[in-house]
């Protein structure tokens, strides 16, 4: 079956700009996950989905990140007012339940770069 | 402090030859499960492993190996009879009961697979 996916695969974008993220999860996969990778951060977890809520957002960097679930499938990850700090490579994950032994899988990711 | 410590940061290993790549981590956390993902250039993150705290016999997946030892909370990833294809970068993750469903990643190891 399909993996995750993620679209743009790339996006430039001038800062000040606002930018959207899709990722879609592997059918039936009912957790979603956000993580953020830069080379001075490493790979940061961002936000976790149950369905369409979110009981973990304590990643999210500013109020500037929000995220959204909607029909317990695709996410979006809108970023305000880019940054050029936000420039990084955004992946999405997702895992047939959430729990300690289950595995996520990840999408390709989506490279941003705020000029 | 760290969670997950990869001393490694980069390796060269012989093709054909095996190669261990080092992991420790930090918890208090009774439960938690620890993973294996390898990143090649195309930026996609690909699971290999996992092992569960719980669970009592090091994990095997293929030419994957887990050599997990609890006591001294390290989990090094063995990758029998090395191909070019395993050139990529291997993270260490963990998840941990307490912390809910996000992963904590260690900074990578990139093995370069000679010929």
Known sequence: GAGVSQSPSNKVTEKGKDVELRCDPISGHTALYWYRQSLGQGLEFLIYF??????DKSGLPSDRFSAERTGGSVSTLTIQRTQQEDSAVYLCASSLFPGASDTQYFGPGTRLTVL | AQKITQTQPGMFVQEKEAVTLDCTYDTSDP?????WYKQPSSGEMIFLIYQGSYD???ATEGRY?????KARKSANLVIS??????????FCAMRERA????LT???????????
Do not use: E, H, I, W
């Open chain 2, 56 to 58: 009592q016999q090091n």
């Open chain 1, 50 to 55: 149950q369905g369409n809520s979110a009981p």
């Open chain 2, 99 to 102: 912390a809910g469903n996000k």
């Open chain 2, 65 to 69: 190996s887990l050599n997990f030892q």
């Open chain 2, 31 to 35: 439960s938690y499960g620890l993973f």
């Open chain 2, 81 to 90: 009879a090395s191909q070019l294809g395993d050139s990529a970068m291997y």
């Open chain 2, 105 to 115: 990643f260690g900074g990578g190891t990139r093995v370069l697979v000679k010929p």
